[in-house]
């Protein structure tokens, strides 16, 4: 079968069991089994696919009907212009995180950092921050063992393996070194709304990844406060929220000693990150 009618029988079948992305699916999907480009499938369309290609391909397809992330089937995601490696233990890399990238990004730029990722996943954060700050360094931390394998590879695959150090640890019982700048992009979505997610998101990618308990909240609160001990004075700490949240998390970085510098909105203008500095020294009580 040539390429074009390959594309569109599988772009077919997805937008008959309403995959709203059927046609751009299709392309990814298929690019990636072929180890071209999507501009390679539309120069040559006319080029016959081999049965091999074709068996893997409807396989894929019949992944995707059933609702897995395109990232997952094809074992990666476009982040900061790289292709981040990505399983079911983390998180799909979103376009809204680059945003928090782009301001310490230029708040940073020429200066020499210690940079904590508190929840690093496939580790698109840190490494994103490393790419462009050539001399600055970095510690990622993850409770998922196979989360930091995966950011491991990432960080190969990238050449800051030297920069960037990725462990296993529960945050809450990390007790090593202090940071310039602290990053994070916690569990955010209340309990009561994950089953408002779509099934691309609740049914495959990680539960714990997701699940802020009660109001969202919890491991936000929790970052805040391990960020007491860990960042240096005037150090920045940088944490990616979740809807209507702003006000709330706000409120609980001032009762701990952080001063906002800066809020950066998505593309449907809701606040989405909030960067803000150490001022002062915040005891919690026991």
Known sequence: ????????????????????????????ILSNLMG???EFLTVNNSLNVTQKVIKKY???IARRIKREPVAYIIGQKEFWSENFLVNKTTLVPRPETELLIYKLIDFYKYKK??????????????????????NSRGTGIDISSEAIKIAKINAKKLNLFNKARFVTFDFKEFKIGKFDLIVSNPPYISSRDLK????????????????????????IKKVIYKSTYHLKRNGILALEIGFGQYKK???LLKHCGFREISKEYDYKRNVRCIISTKVNFFKIKK
């Open 249 to 251: 998390v706000s409120e």
């Open 58 to 60: 409807n396989l894929a």
């Open 113 to 134: 950092i210690n940079i904590l990722d508190i929840g690093t996943g496939s580790g698109c954060i840190l490494l994103a921050l490393l790419k462009e700050l050539r």
């Open 1 to 28: 079968m040539i390429l074009e009618n390959t594309i569109k029988e599988a772009s077919k079948l997805l937008k008959e069991n309403n995959i709203p992305s059927h046609e751009l699916d299709a392309e990814v």
């Open 36 to 38: 071209v480009t999507r």
């Open 196 to 219: 408002k997610l779509t099934s691309d998101i609740i049914k495959f990618e990680p539960r714990g990844a997701l699940d802020g308990g009660i109001d969202g909240l919890d491991l």
